[in-house]
Nanobody, 123 residues
Framework: VQLQASGGGLVQAGGSLRLSCAAS????????MAWFRQTPGKERETVAA????????YYADSVKGRFAISRDNAKNAVYLQMNSLKPDDTAVYYC?????????????????WGQGTQVTVSS
């Protein structure tokens, strides 16, 4: 499975961005998909996750009410709509996927990773 993230960029505080992640390869083996982010010197943190059918969704407290995760299984894609962006949201954002149906949100439980896309929010 290969994941390709896109949609990052530079935006002013209060603005919006939509990240996309397209999966290819053995996409039938993809179950939970998630977005993580990382800044220099810090551990990668979970931003949001969504189960295969969309019935289970997780958001980090820091993004609740501002970010929305969604997926389109027909397109093998997951999205992250980011609104009301803050400078603290600046990070490299990674999409990831699990290869089985168990519900996990921690970094180490994800099998497939995209290359990351930079999001920079200016004040």
């Amino acid at each position: 499975v290969q994941l390709q993230a896109s949609g990052g960029g530079l935006v002013q505080a209060g603005g919006s961005l939509r990240l996309s992640c397209a999966a290819s390869g053995r996409t039938r083996s993809i179950y939970t998909m998630a977005w993580f982010r990382q800044t220099p010197g810090k551990e990668r943190e979970t931003v949001a996750a969504i189960s295969r059918a969309g019935g289970s969704v997780y958001y980090a407290d820091s993004v609740k009410g501002r970010f929305a995760i969604s997926r389109d299984n027909a397109k093998n894609a997951v999205y992250l709509q980011m609104n009301s962006l803050k400078p603290d949201d600046t990070a490299v954002y990674y999409c990831a996927a699990r290869g089985d149906s168990a519900w996990y949100i921690t970094v180490r439980e994800y099998d497939y990773w995209g290359q990351g896309t930079q999001v920079t929010v200016s004040s």
